[in-house]
T-cell receptor, first 115, second 113 residues
Framework: DAGITQSPRHKVTETGTPVTLRCHQTENHRYMYWYRQDPGHGLRLIHYSYGVKDTDKGEVSDGYSVSRSKTEDFLLTLESATSSQTSVYFC??????????????FGPGTRLTVT | DQQVKQNSPSLSVQEGRISILNCDYTNSMFDYFLWYKKYPAEGPTFLISISSIKDKNEDGRFTVFLNKSAKHLSLHIVPSQPGDSAVYFCAASVGGSARQLTFGSGTQLTVLP
């Protein structure tokens, strides 16, 4: 258990409204990630963070922004939700340590529906 | 352009037999490969990994094989159990890339009792 929680777990929102998803970790890991999972696409990286206030774009970042003001929290914001952003969103952390440690550990996910 | 491909969306295997899940990649810069398992309504869980300096890694019933020349990796599960029924994702990363993972589209494994 990597101590990752996501909130909310489920959300239904209307097109054009702003939405913020929260990822919280309890173990002070440096790297955090946001993915979306869609049928036929696996998991695709949206944004990631390598420290407080240090973030960068992933493969599918358009329409999304992130913020990390504290080590333990990584927020994903949809400024104006669209139906194409209906998906399951997963947060992940990468465990740092000696040697190669690319293993990522995932939260339980947030199912977002945009109507 | 998918850099990591899982061409079989589904696989059914009898309990006790071997399950073989396959994954192909196109980016020759990938040097670390991972398999994840995902149950419905849960996050993916890390299963096993392999570095490009190896061609095989074992962990209990799970073995990952890497064929760099063919840009192909496979996950063997022996013996398969009904609890192994899940979606399996392969993933790959490039050293020094902030540990970004590129995932395949997944294979649904069903182990029949």
């Amino acid at each position: 258990d990597a101590g990752i929680t996501q909130s909310p777990r489920h959300k239904v929102t209307e097109t054009g409204t702003p939405v913020t998803l929260r990822c919280h970790q309890t173990e002070n890991h440096r790297y955090m990630y946001w993915y979306r999972q869609d049928p036929g696409h696996g998991l695709r990286l949206i944004h990631y963070s390598y420290g407080v206030k240090d973030t960068d774009k992933g493969e599918v970042s358009d329409g999304y922004s992130v913020s990390r003001s504290k080590t333990e929290d990584f927020l994903l914001t949809l400024e104006s939700a669209t139906s194409s952003q209906t998906s399951v969103y997963f947060c992940a952390i990468s465990v740092s340590g000696q040697g190669r440690s690319d293993e990522q550990y995932f939260g339980p996910g947030t199912r977002l529906t945009v109507t | 352009d998918q850099q990591v491909k899982q061409n079989s969306p589904s696989l059914s295997v009898q309990e006790g037999r071997i399950s073989i899940l396959n994954c192909d990649y196109t980016n020759s810069m990938f040097d670390y490969f991972l398999w994840y398992k995902k149950y419905p309504a849960e996050g993916p869980t890390f299963l096993i990994s392999i570095s490009s300096i190896k061609d095989k890694n074992e962990d209990g019933r799970f073995t990952v094989f890497l064929n760099k020349s063919a840009k192909h990796l496979s996950l063997h599960i022996v013996p398969s159990q009904p609890g192994d029924s899940a979606v399996y994702f392969c993933a790959a990363s490039v050293g020094g890339s902030a540990r970004q993972l590129t995932f395949g589209s997944g294979t649904q494994l069903t182990v029949l009792p």
